[in-house]
């Protein structure tokens, strides 16, 4: 079953506009919610991540914002460029028993930023 | 800097065959995954290992094994490859202490 829904599965925007990418979970029990970029040809990477104490954080152009009472956290890219063209994905971390962990994945946002 | 590499970028293989894929990591991580990635499909869960010679099944494990005799090394199986196991995959790597995934660039294999 899907635990963490996210959408858009596509978003197209202009340089400078504000893509916004959401994602819903539905276990209480995930303690830190990351973003990773993926650029073609290259595995993803982490672009930002939050711990559900806060409500937002921004790095850059990149902000998270978080809603833990709604299960809903989403990545906002401010002044929007060409080279973030990418897919994004969300993501729910699971700390199992002992040292194990897993993260759940979204199934990822593609993003174009046009010229 | 973590560095998590894969044995091969492209692969063709033919239906039938074995076929293995190896990745190495250089930053003692305890925990390694291999997913696979497809269209529309986001990255689906293999297997892990969360130590030497321990593996867990992921989501999707049917046709595939793992093997992990040290550390730094985890293997993935295909032990008949098969055509709908065309597909990228991705291999990764977790610390105890931290909370990054680290991957590795990727295998794309092909299965004809």
């Known amino acids: 079953q899907q635990q963490v829904k996210q959408s858009p599965q596509s978003l197209i925007v202009q340089k400078g506009g504000i893509p916004i990418i959401n994602c819903a979970y539905e276990n209480t029990a995930f303690d830190y919610f990351p973003w990773y970029q993926q650029f073609p040809g290259k595995g993803p990477a982490l672009l930002i991540a939050?711990?559900?104490d806060v409500s937002e954080k921004k790095e850059g152009r990149f902000t998270i914002s978080f809603n833990k009472s709604a299960k809903q956290f989403s990545l906002h890219i401010m002044d929007s460029q060409p080279g973030d063209s990418a897919t994004y994905f969300c993501?729910?971390?699971?700390?199992?028993?002992?040292?194990?962990?897993?993260?759940?994945w979204g199934l990822g946002t593609s993003l174009a930023v046009n010229p | 800097d973590v560095k998590v590499t894969q044995s091969s970028r492209y692969l063709v293989k033919r239906t039938g065959e074995k076929v293995f894929l190896e990745c190495v990591q250089d930053?003692?991580?305890?925990?390694m995954f291999w997913y696979r990635q497809d269209p529309g499909l986001g990255l689906r869960l293999i297997y892990f290992?969360?130590?030497?010679?321990?593996?867990e099944k992921g989501d999707i494990p049917e046709g595939y094994s793992v093997s992990r005799e040290k550390k730094e090394r985890f293997s993935l199986i295909l032990e008949s490859a098969s055509t709908n196991q065309t597909s990228m995959y991705l291999c990764?790597?977790?610390?105890?202490?931290?909370?990054?995934?680290?991957f590795g660039p990727g295998t794309r294999l092909t299965v004809t």
């Open positions: 930053m003692d991580h305890e925990n």
């Open positions: 290992s969360y130590d030497v010679k321990m593996k």
């Open positions: 990764a790597t977790i610390s105890y202490r931290l909370y990054e995934q680290y």
């Open positions: 939050i711990r559900p």
């Open positions: 993501a729910v971390y699971f700390q199992r028993a002992g040292n194990n962990r897993k993260l759940i």
